[in-house]
């Protein structure tokens, strides 16, 4: 993983537990306080407080609010935990939360029984309620996970989406987009516009021409760092008979790829690979999926808003596994809710099946066959299909779950995925601002994806899980 990888640092929290002064117990509010953040460190989760803010750390005057979100500021924190440990002020956390314009999550404990004098001690759930007008009227987008106690899985599983979602909104809002040469002349349906998704999204991208690429590449194609990565495809893969200067040149481009994403801070490429066998003799398609497992995510045919879509799944991922770039390409000849994922070979080796023998190989599509694809089914199970694009101005967000299932064999890199009803993705995919390119992960994170989507500005277009089964799994009322 390269240092610089945004979606694989862990998502620092500003914590801030708030309270009613002079109408519920400041004790009270403290001991809830220090449970709360007891449960955070249990969960691993990296947080700032407000120890520093007062005696009990807790926010309960308006006029405190610029310094806590001035030192969250400082601390460099990617989200905010409203945490309500009683009811709360609305007013002191409406203007942290507009201050920082992070995400924001949303909860309180769920109270217990009235003493038996009658008194209540909280009233917690009634001051979420205020909070959450509050922040609707200043037009801040925020999660919530149902009132619940402490250690009910919803509130784990609550935090845990959460701060998949602020990883998504972390890792594209401000992305670096590396994007090397134009579109392929025939593929308008790769067209994006680059001064509206800088405006919009403050995703910006970082052109460099072909021919510079590849003199770069010509350059270290001698160089020790190039032996090395060669002598490490030898053994890892199946090379057939591949001419030694042939896999200097895929090690050259990988290696330099690389550097200039450091170098420029790239969050993922989208490239134009078509040109490269005639120009430099080889395909980057195994390349590709190099460096996908570094972290940087390589779009295919110049395909940006498929790049964003891979930055996207990557951060609902935590970064802990690698996403696969992918052409929908035909339906199972047998399974009428199965689908062909594949792609000339851009997957990532390390996603290869069990017991598979992957290759680099010649590109069996291209006269010549010059070396660089990748060869292999990956391996099945559950994955998170999704899709960032956009036209007339609007953009929205496809996602769903799918499975792997068997299928026949085919060239290239591939995996058969079975959904509970492909006619319904079809239909989503040709009606929707969407194209034949589509990125896949491991695990389910439509949730994430959903979440994530309130904090960039995109409708959330979710297939299989439906938006409803979706908001049921948040509550905790559902699995998927």
């Known amino acids: 993983m390269l240092e610089h990888v945004k979606s694989a640092k862990p998502v620092k929290l500003g914590y801030l537990p708030t ?11 403290k001991s809830q306080k220090d449970q709360i953040e007891q449960k955070l460190q249990q969960l691993g989760i990296e947080y700032v407080g407000l ?51 992070k995400p924001v999550l949303l909860w309180g404990p769920r109270d217990e029984a009235p003493a038996p004098t009658g008194e209540r001690e909280r009233d917690t759930q009634c001051g979420l309620f205020a909070t959450s007008k509050l922040l609707r009227r200043l037009g801040l987008p925020f ?13 784990a599983r609550g935090m845990d989406l959460f701060l998949r979602a602020a990883n998504v909104a972390r890792s594209v809002r401000g992305a670096r987009i590396g994007q090397i040469s134009t579109r392929p002349t025939p593929f308008t349906s790769t067209m994006c516009n680059e001064s509206e998704l800088l405006e919009r999204f403050d995703v910006e991208l970082v052109p460099v021409t072909l021919p510079d690429v590849l003199a770069d590449v010509r350059a270290g194609t001698g160089a020790d ?9 030898r053994s890892r893969l199946k090379l057939g008979n591949a001419a030694d200067d042939d896999l200097r040149r895929v090690a050259s481009l990988k290696l330099r790829l690389m550097e200039w994403a450091a170098r420029e801070e790239l969050d993922a490429i989208a490239i134009q690979c078509w040109d490269l066998r005639d120009d430099l003799g080889v395909v980057p398609c195994f390349v590709h999926g190099e460096l996908a497992s570094e972290g940087i995510p390589v779009a295919c045919e ?26 929908l390409t035909i339906r ?38 010059p070396q660089g694809l990748g060869e292999f089914e990956i391996r099945g199970g559950s994955v998170t299909l999704g899709r960032f694009d956009g036209d007339n101005g609007e953009y929205r967000f496809l996602m769903g779950h799918a499975e792997g299932c068997e299928g026949p064999h085919t ?41 994530g989507t309130k904090y960039l500005g995109v409708e959330p277009e979710p297939v299989q899980p439906t938006e409803e089964e979706i908001r049921g799994y948040m509550r905790g009322q559902a699995e998927l």
């Not at 001035?70 to 945490?83: C, H, K, L, S, Y």
């Not at 999660?143 to 009910?152: E, K, P, R």
């Open 19 to 29: 309270h009613r002064f002079g109408v519920f117990a400041t004790e009270a509010a």
């Open 225 to 233: 760092d190039v032996a090395r990565e060669v002598e490490g495809f």
């Open 332 to 369: 199972h000849p047998e399974n009428d809710n199965s689908e062909l994922l594949w792609h000339c070979g851009p997957f990532p080796v390390c996603l290869a099946a069990e017991g598979a023998e992957p290759s680099m190989a010649g590109h069996y599509m291209v006269e010549g066959e």
């Open 143 to 155: 999660t919530y996970v149902v009132n619940c106690h402490l250690d009910d899985e919803v509130l």
């Open 51 to 101: 120890d520093w803010l007062n005696e009990e750390g807790l926010l309960y005057e308006p006029t405190d609010a610029p310094a806590v979100a001035e030192r969250f500021r400082r601390e460099g924190v990617d989200a905010v935990f409203a945490a309500h440990c009683d009811f709360g002020q609305e007013v002191a956390v409406g203007r942290v939360c507009k201050a920082l314009r």
């Open 411 to 451: 060239r290239g890199t591939y995996l058969w995925v079975q959904v509970p009803n492909w006619p319904l993705w079809e239909e989503r995919l040709i009606y929707g601002p969407y194209i034949h390119h589509i990125v896949g992960i491991h695990g389910k994170l439509a949730p994430a994806l959903y979440e």
């Open 302 to 327: 110049t395909d940006v808003n498929g790049a964003i879509t891979s930055l996207a799944l990557q951060a609902a991922a935590m970064a802990r596994t690698p996403i696969f770039f992918a052409d």
